[in-house]
C-alpha cells in the first residue's frame, strides 16, 4: 500500500505564505502525476494544482501566480507552495499521488490521498 503524509498547514493571516509538503511511502514502482486538491467548509474538493511526470503543472484559475507545485521524485515527496493567502483560501488541502504500487502482491496503477492539512486564512 501506499501511505501519504502531509504537512505545513497552519493558521496565517491574509497576505502571508506557507509551504505544504507531502512525503509518500510503501511498496512504490513507479509515479505518474502528484498535485494538491482542496475543500473549503460546505463546499466540494477541487483541483488546486497537478504536476505530471514530464513537470507540465495546472492551476486553478483562482490560484495561478499565487501557488507554486514542485516535486522531488528522489524523495517521492510534493510540495505546495502557496502565497499572497486570501480568506477564500481557507480550506483542507489534500494531497494525491498517481502511483503504480503492490497491492495484494499486484502491481496496480492507484490515485492515493492523504489526510489532509488544514490551512486558514484569517486576520
Known amino acids: 500500500q501506499v501511505q501519504l503524509v502531509e504537512s505545513g498547514g497552519g493558521d496565517v493571516q491574509p497576505g502571508g505564505s506557507l509551504r505544504l509538503s507531502c512525503a509518500a511511502s510503501g511498496s512504490i514502482f513507479d509515479i505518474d502525476a502528484m498535485g494538491w486538491y482542496r475543500q473549503a467548509p460546505g463546499g466540494e474538493r477541487e483541483q488546486v494544482a497537478r504536476l505530471s511526470r514530464t513537470g507540465s503543472a495546472n492551476y486553478a484559475d483562482s490560484v495561478k501566480g499565487r501557488f507554486t507545485v514542485s516535486r522531488d521524485s528522489a524523495k517521492i515527496t510534493v510540495y505546495l507552495q502557496v502565497t499572497s493567502l486570501k480568506p477564500e483560501d481557507t480550506a483542507v488541502y489534500y494531497c494525491?499521488?498517481?502511483?503504480?504500487?503492490?497491492?495484494?502482491?499486484?502491481?496496480?496503477?492507484?490515485?492515493?490521498w492523504g489526510q489532509g492539512t488544514q490551512v486558514t486564512v484569517s486576520s
Open positions: 494525491s499521488v498517481n502511483a503504480l504500487a503492490a497491492v495484494s502482491s499486484i502491481a496496480r496503477w492507484n490515485e492515493y
